[in-house]
């Protein structure tokens, strides 16, 4: 059974760096046949995708981070990583990551349960 | 302001069905599949829908989806209390060069 968690700081401090892993446990991160995202959902407000890794390191980002947003890869921990810099009380939200199958439309198809990051000092 | 456009409510008694719907534009629901996903809180969020309307294994038959042209709708018969639930739809939109989802409809079993 696949399984991804979330895991980082609950607690950030304005202009400072966010990060978080997900460890994926039941599955290679470097299979081939699926993808990673990240996703956030801010208090109240709906999903917002943050941007896509391939098993290669490759990566795509929303436009609207992407000055800001590093997405990683360690395949000798199975486990890939979020980077959000210089970030604003708008950037408090949970914090998800999710596979990507191929093989269901690109769907994410398994999530983590999500971590709930706050920005404040 | 989300991408996609869902109802930010639903309701419905037990044994009812509801239908959501997903408005999107040529760049998105028009050229691209639509997903859905439903969330509780405290639990991982879960695929119910993709490719427009297929059902990942586990998913009860009473969830369908259905589209055309840039809207989308998700369907759910038989209406349970634990169908209580957040419901997003989302899909790839090309000038984005990512995804984008609707803003939630959050679905009250009556």
């Known amino acids: 059974q696949v399984q991804l968690q979330e895991s980082g700081p609950g607690l950030v401090k304005p202009s400072q760096t966010l990060s978080l892993s997900c460890t994926v446990s039941?599955?290679?991160?470097?299979?081939?046949?699926?993808?990673w995202s990240w996703i956030r959902q801010p208090a109240g407000q709906g999903l917002e995708w943050i941007g896509r890794l391939y098993s290669n390191g490759s990566t795509n980002y929303t436009p609207s981070l992407k000055s800001r947003v590093t997405i990683s890869i360690d395949t000798s921990k199975n486990l890939f990583s979020l980077d959000l810099t210089s970030v604003t009380a708008a950037d408090t939200a949970i914090y998800y990551c999710?596979?990507?199958?191929?093989?269901?439309?690109?769907?994410?198809?398994?999530w983590g349960q999500g971590a709930m990051v706050t920005v404040s000092s | 302001q989300s991408v996609l456009t869902q109802p930010p409510s639903a309701s419905g008694t037990p044994g009812q069905k509801v239908t959501i719907s997903c408005s999107g534009s040529s760049s998105n629901i028009g050229s691209h599949t639509v997903n859905w996903y439903q969330l509780l809180p405290g639990t991982a969020p879960k695929l119910l829908i993709y490719t427009d309307n297929q059902r990942p294994s586990g998913v009860p038959g009473r969830f369908s989806g259905s589209k055309s042209g840039t809207s989308a709708a998700l369907a759910i018969g038989g209406l349970q209390s634990e169908d209580e639930a957040d419901y997003y739809c989302a899909a790839w939109d090309d000038s984005l060069n990512g995804w984008v989802f609707g803003g939630g409809t959050k679905l009250t079993v009556l």
């Open positions: 039941g599955a290679s991160i470097s299979s081939n046949r699926y993808y």
């Open positions: 999710a596979r990507v199958s191929g093989f269901r439309g690109h769907a994410f198809d398994i």
